[in-house]
């Protein structure tokens, strides 16, 4: 039972116990570009933060997404509006069995999506995407750098 009446949607707090404090989320309730509600959101947390490096070679724009346990046809690579690269999926969770007894359940399931800003000078046209053991590679070649045309002026007098 609450010591304090609860202003924030029927949390429970208790004023002697530091670990029982509920902070409050303003954007609780609301959908998610997913479609998932926030609360359904914070349970599977660790997976729709799918850790993603992005980095520039000479030649590309490379993309690198931890997404263990999953299969290639689980993920969605796309490209919106020609300039976003879209990586998408959904991991199943696990059969519950009548008889099972859980202990621990750490392992995240649910929706998760990541959308990141292509520049200027991506191919979007050519974007190649592999997956092998549990990491997905996106590839985006560049565009040759344009180098600026100079004309030599000859100096008279």
């Known amino acids: 039972m609450s010591l304090i009446p609860s202003f924030f949607g029927g949390r429970r707090t208790n004023v002697f116990d530091p670990f029982s404090l509920d902070l409050y989320d303003p954007v609780e309730g609301f959908s998610t570009p997913s479609g998932m509600t926030n609360t359904t959101s914070k349970d599977v947390a660790a997976f729709t933060n799918a850790k993603v490096d992005w980095r520039e070679t000479p030649e590309a724009h490379v993309f690198k997404a931890d997404l263990p346990g999953l299969k290639k046809e689980e993920v ?3 490209v919106e509006d020609g300039n976003i690269l879209q990586i998408s999926g959904e991991r199943s969770s ?3 069995e009548k008889n099972d007894k859980w ?3 750490e ?3 649910g929706k998760f999506m990541r959308r990141f800003k292509l520049p ?4 979007v046209e050519e974007v190649k995407a592999s997956m092998e ?3 997905l590679s996106v590839t985006v070649p560049k565009m040759p750098e344009r180098k600026p045309e100079v ?3 000859d100096i008279s007098g």
């Open 103 to 105: 202990h621990r359940v």
């Open 76 to 78: 969605k690579v796309e």
């Open 151 to 153: 004309k030599s002026i």
């Open 107 to 109: 392992r995240s399931s």
């Open 133 to 135: 053991n549990g990491v």
């Open 120 to 123: 200027e000078n991506a191919k």
């Open 94 to 96: 696990e059969n519950e």
